[in-house]
């Protein structure tokens, strides 16, 4: 898919790579790259995966992998957890229920 | 061009942070041990005064104080009788940017724009990112935030996913890194390249923010009950939070009134692993920043920290995360208040402390943040039973950060866990004197250590002897 200079894309890049990373990062994270994620206008006609630059929301040029356009935010309430229902119902009877000290 | 390795970035550390935080913080030091805290904050920082005209212009400050009847009323069902003290709020997700964090943000911006700086950079994951991006739009300057938020799996914590979201909406350009202390690389490589104001958190411009905190504390309660609270209890991460506060207390004449500092417990889980960064489900409040922030301070983004919590501190206590959950969705359904998970830790300590005073003392929870997706109970909790972690009813004591989370199964289990203080003292000392690294320390610097711990010169010298440490004449 062709993206369009000018279009607002997500990008990635490795910092350091696991041989470049601090000496006092436990051994789990030394295994991994330290990654980035920087979002921008794109700078050039590119295609997902090619490696472009963007000019990010305060002007900064930044180079990174093209891996999204128009990257929407994902987050939401999750999934429902039924157990805080309990907390509420145990609360008012406990306040207003009546009863002595439960 | 300069050199952009790992190594050569860190060894250009404190002349980056010189040009980005414009404090020469070596006119403060003494070359020993101690260095001039109260000289730092007074040459560097603004009256209190002034800060209150600085938010006051940006709409900060001066937030509600709301009385938890209902909660206070929980706490005297479970309580011995008799005891039980009154429970208030101070609703501090009223600021613009739905923290106490714009109390921060508001005079660091500020600083950063009389200085004549275009842009400020904040390296953060929490409240404060979206504090500075709300200032900088008010004030007009360029803003970047730095987070650490992604495992190497490309999975986020949903509650820093959020506040990436709120500091975009202000307008500010937010860069998302894995997980690992390096984020101080890519944060002064970011000053380097910018020449940006390091709106740091522990500057003492930032921590003078909070002052007023404090301080409208103290003046609210003088003129609701005429008297000055008996405890406030402080989130505890940075320490910025409760040093701001307690000093605004201190300036307010509220010098009876006890600090009590309270963090999540995460022990057991290491903050720059990979493995376990979504195995918790706080991602500030919490002992992994509390302890070693309090025993050693100066860890911090700049050489001294303005941030000294055991300089103000009276009492820690831990909380479980499943207290936490609790008490906020308890914040919801009997007081009315819906608001963020991690600024309910001190709420979860109040609501136990309050059981072991008077029904006539006066206890304060000194904050509250804002919530929404991402960063709220429903989502946190659903996050961590994605990765694998058990949530139930039960004992809240029986909780093991990272392997389950436990809902209190009745209030009354709900209970604050006491730290040793004195522990923390012994850590901060040992500390000082491992780095400083002579044989032999001064007078002035033994005072300082006492200051520095709110501890005492016999408890210095029991540890400085046990050190084989002599003090000089």
Known sequence: MKIKKGDWVLTYHVVLTPDERAPQVPDDTKKVPLESWVKGFLQEDAEIGDEVTVKTITGRMAKGKLLEVNPAYQHNFGNFVPELLQVGIQLKSILWGGEQNE | ?473
């Open chain 2, 1 to 473: 061009m300069n050199n952009t390795s790992y190594e050569s970035v860190m060894g250009r550390k404190n002349e980056i942070m010189k040009k980005a935080v414009g404090i020469d913080y070596n006119v403060f030091e003494s070359g020993d041990i101690r260095f001039d805290y109260e000289k730092m904050m007074r040459d560097t920082g603004y009256s209190l005064d002034e800060i209150q005209k600085i938010q006051l212009a940006t709409g900060v400050g001066n937030t509600p104080l709301l009385e938890l009847k209902n909660l206070t009323k929980l706490a005297r069902k479970v309580a011995p009788k008799g005891m039980g003290a009154r429970i208030f709020i101070k609703d501090e997700a009223s600021n613009p940017s739905g923290s106490f964090k714009a109390r921060r943000a508001a005079t660091a911006v500020y600083h950063a724009k009389r200085l004549g700086y275009k842009g400020v950079i904040a390296a953060t994951s929490g409240n404060y990112g979206a504090a500075v991006a709300s200032q900088a739009a008010m004030q007009g300057l360029k803003c970047i935030i730095v987070q650490e938020c992604y495992d190497s799996k490309g999975i986020g914590q949903p509650e820093i996913i959020e506040k990436a979201r709120k500091c975009e909406a202000y307008g500010a350009e937010v860069i998302q890194l894995t997980v690992g202390p390096e984020l101080f690389y890519t944060f002064l490589r970011l000053l380097e390249e910018t020449g940006y104001f390091n709106a740091s958190l522990y500057t003492p411009f930032g921590i003078a923010g909070v002052e007023t905190l404090g301080y409208e504390i103290a003046m609210q309660f003088r003129e609701r009950e005429g008297k000055d609270p008996d405890v406030v209890v402080c989130t505890n991460a940075g320490g910025g939070n409760l040093t701001g506060t307690a000093r605004g207390m201190i300036k307010a004449g509220a010098d009876q009134t006890q600090i009590i500092a309270a963090s999540v417990n995460l022990s057991g889980l290491h903050m720059a692993s990979d493995i376990q960064f979504n195995k918790k489900s706080f991602t500030t409040g919490h002992t992994g920043f509390g302890m070693p922030f309090s025993t050693g301070p100066d860890r911090s983004d700049v050489p001294r920290s303005a941030a000294r919590p055991l300089r103000y501190m009276h009492r820690y206590v831990t909380v479980a995360q499943g207290e936490v959950f609790y008490m906020t969705e308890t914040l919801a359904q009997i007081e009315g208040l819906e608001r963020g998970p991690a600024g309910n830790t001190s709420l979860v300590a109040a609501f136990s402390l309050a059981q072991q005073l008077d029904e006539d003392k006066i206890i304060v929870v000194q904050e509250t943040e804002y919530t929404g997706a991402g960063k709220h109970v429903q989502p946190q909790l659903s996050f961590a039973r994605d990765n694998g972690i058990d949530i139930k009813f039960g004992n809240p004591r029986d909780e093991v950060p990272g392997q389950n989370i436990i809902l209190p199964e009745h209030p009354r289990l709900i209970q604050a866990q006491e730290v040793d203080l004195n522990k923390l003292r012994r850590s901060y000392i040992n500390h000082c004197i491992d780095d400083y690294g002579q044989k032999e320390i001064s007078n002035e610097d033994l005072d300082f250590l006492v200051q520095e711990t709110k501890s005492s010169i016999e408890f210095v010298k029991e540890i400085i002897k046990e050190k084989d440490i002599k003090i000089s004449e």
